[in-house]
T-cell receptor, first 112, second 110 residues
């Protein structure tokens, strides 16, 4: 199994909603990442978890809250988002950090 | 301040010819470089990488060249195939951080 699975693929939410993005990998990777990608821009790093501990938070607003319940799962909790937060959110994993990243297909988020 | 730059937003190449995608970086702490390929509506897919101790790495039709003194790397695809049409991202790593370039859209025409 060489996949990183992200759900949901599409999410539309209002600015007062609370929702979560989920990511799962079963490759035994010990580093997991959240990236944000806007149209025609490169992926921007948001968070890095290494051995289930948050090791990097790239000055992301607190309305984004990551969670790593175990070594296979990574969540991104969303609350009180703004329309400019609409983007493709990519989860990735690697054997250790840093390393070759395996990306999921992304969750496309639209905030109304 | 963009630490990794891909100055060509797009590149068009005839099938069978060589595609050369370029990438420049400014941070001398980068020690590992990667190329990713991205199709629309999919996450980036790892293509090939190179460590800073090497100047060339080859994998089938794909070769990455690294010129540390010029802080420049390039990806050569030969022969190019229509299925190679995608956006290619160069990325550079220092510690836990992976920084992406802006991407180059490659179009391979039959």
């Amino acid at each position: 199994d060489t996949e990183v699975t992200q759900t949901p693929k599409h999410l539309v939410m209002g600015m007062t909603n609370k929702k979560s993005l989920k990511c799962e990998q079963h490759m035994g990777h010990r580093a997991m990442y959240w990236y944000k990608q806007k149209a025609k821009k490169p992926p921007e790093l948001m968070f890095v978890y290494s051995y289930e501990k948050l090791s990097i938070n790239e000055s992301v607003p607190s309305r984004f809250s990551p969670e790593c319940p175990n070594s296979s799962l990574l969540n991104l909790h969303l609350h009180a988002l703004q329309p400019e937060d609409s983007a493709l959110y990519l989860c990735a994993s690697s054997q250790v950090a840093p390393g070759e990243l395996f990306f999921g297909e992304g969750s496309r988020l639209t905030v109304l | 301040d963009q630490q990794v730059k891909q100055n060509s937003p797009s590149l068009s190449v005839q099938e069978g010819r060589i595609s050369i995608l370029n990438c420049d970086y400014t941070n001398s702490m980068f020690d590992y470089f990667l190329w990713y390929k991205k199709y629309p509506a999919e996450g980036p897919t790892f293509l090939i990488s190179i460590s800073s101790i090497k100047d060339k790495n080859e994998d089938g039709r794909f070769t990455v060249f690294l010129n540390k003194s010029a802080k420049h790397l390039s990806l050569h695809i030969v022969p190019s195939q229509p299925g190679d049409s995608a956006v290619y991202f160069c990325a550079a790593s220092a510690g836990n951080m992976l920084t992406f370039g802006g991407g180059t859209r490659l179009m391979v025409k039959p």
